[in-house]
């Protein structure tokens, strides 16, 4: 099963995860057998509803987050700080976000519930890594586009950068 990659700006790139669903649940597969093998972090996040998770930037490493569970308000804003996107991510919607360096990013759970976030770098943990950004999550301007469980509105991204 293949990454659906997504239109989205220069500094993140956006793919839908392929899953398997079934009465029982769902399967998800956030990484390929290629990708795993460059993965030095790997770590999940739980997110309580109002709370916001993330607000930094990584000026070394590449971080990619998939949302797993949860409904959420994912906000990026580019390295050079002139460009900023912020994206709904609906409840049962699965989604992976590939996050370059300097690149700030901020994942406000706007759900009822608990929210959980799967996350996985090309390089060691290293909290000397870690650029506090406080982002504003409330005010990115119009209201974000909304990707959800059985849609998106962005269609197919050209040239997908992965990372590597």
Do not use: Y
């Not at 399967?27 to 998770?53: Q, S, Y």
């Not at 406000?108 to 996985?120: A, D, K, T």
């Not at 000397?128 to 950004?133: F, K, Q």
């Amino acid at each position: 099963m293949q990454l659906e990659w997504l239109d989205s700006p220069s500094f993140v790139d956006l793919a839908k995860l392929p899953a398997i669903e079934s009465p029982r649940g769902s399967l998800a597969l956030p990484i390929d057998d290629v990708e795993i093998a460059l993965v030095r972090n790997l770590h999940t996040v739980t997110v309580t509803p109002g709370a916001v998770r993330g607000n930094h930037r990584h000026p070394a490493r590449t971080e990619t987050v998939c949302v797993l569970a949860g409904e959420f308000v994912a906000t990026f804003e580019s390295a050079d700080r002139s460009e900023r996107f912020a994206i709904n991510v609906e409840d049962g919607s699965r989604f992976r976000f590939v996050i370059r360096p300097g690149v700030a990013h901020a994942f406000r759970n706007v759900g009822p519930s608990l929210g959980m976030l799967l996350c996985f770098a090309d390089r060691p943990f290293d909290p000397a890594d870690i650029v506090t950004a406080l982002m504003d999550t409330d005010a990115t301007g119009s209201a974000p586009p909304t990707l959800g469980p059985a849609q998106d509105d962005r269609g197919p991204h050209e040239s997908p950068v992965r990372h590597g």
